[in-house]
């Protein structure tokens, strides 16, 4: 930081919300995103069976997407993919997501389209949710016709076969896609929805939220007080956790979700992470509604895990998470 930067922050406007390291958010409305994870180019490819390009698809609103090609025969299911940050950080350039989104396109052999969608507290919610219809209808509509300068994904693509996905906030994100798509009936191309931890809340606390304010950090990307700042950050004004956006097992909402027809879901849970009581009660409530419902739990590792963390017991989880998605998404197929 240099001498200005050090003068404007000690004389600028005050600092109201922060989540360390990663977001500041002034009095006067400005919002400060610290380089907390470098973004990469799309021609950088740390799987060398594996085509990456970014596409702009939504101009007014600024949507992009980052796509994974990997070098195989015929055609491949799609996962559509939202990124984590709590709605509030993160990109589809991020380092950290490309490496492990070409790692996955390559070792599951399937296409995916890692969305970038619009951040709190700019864009509060439920403008991730909107940004995530959108890259749906924009796909949709492309299984229709075939564009010369978008052939070189699409004729890979089975659009028959496509899957919902993300973590954190982004399997939030792939959660509210999927249910708002089900209220019509379940689209015979959705296959399946696969959720990494996803940022779901509540007023209530649970038992691992209440563990976390009394043990040390251990392996975990996410503290309670970060969750509290992003959820105050990405819900609308006046709204608490229990807001049917933050919390999807709320009396308002929940009945819309018991509809068995919804497609079904694979929930990857970590042992460590202050949302691991939470997600187990999402798998739980929506076994009880007769959904089809997957659940792991990853042990000795916290949120992010995938993306976040170096360590041998991380880098071994995460090859189990691949093989757990690959196995659920050509489960699914092979019931065709």
Partial sequence: MGASDRNHSHQGPAVVEEIQGLLKVYEDGHVERLPAMPDVPCTWTPEPDVASRDISFNHPTGLWARFYVPDRRGQLPLLVYFHGGGFCVGSAAWRCYHEFLAR??????????????????????????????????WVRQHATYCIDELSWWQTKCSFSQMFLGGDSAGGAIAHDAAARLGLAGAPAWLKGVILIQPFFGGEARTSSE??????????????????????????????NRDHPWCNP????????????????????????????????????????????????????????????????????????????????IYSRLNQL
């Fill in 104 to 137: 996955l396109s390559s070792q599951a052999s399937c296409l995916i389209m890692s969305v970038s969608y619009r951040l709190a507290p700019e864009n509060r919610l439920p403008a991730a949710y909107e940004d995530g219809l959108a890259a749906i209808k």
């Fill in 249 to 328: 097992l709320a009396t308002p909402s929940f009945p819309k979700l018991e509809d068995p027809r919804l497609p079904p879901m694979l929930v990857c849970i970590s042992e460590m992470d202050i949302l691991r009581d939470r997600n187990l009660e999402f798998c739980k409530a929506m076994k009880r509604t007769g959904r089809s419902v997957e659940y792991d739990v990853y042990g000795g590792v916290g949120h992010a895990f995938q993306v976040l963390s170096k360590s041998p017991m991380s880098q071994l989880r995460t090859q189990e998470l691949i093989t757990s998605i690959k196995a659920f």
């Fill in 210 to 239: 209440k563990n976390s304010t009394t043990q040390p950090v251990r392996s975990t990307s996410l503290s309670l007080a970060a969750s509290d700042c992003y959820w105050r950050l990405a819900l609308p004004l006046g709204s």
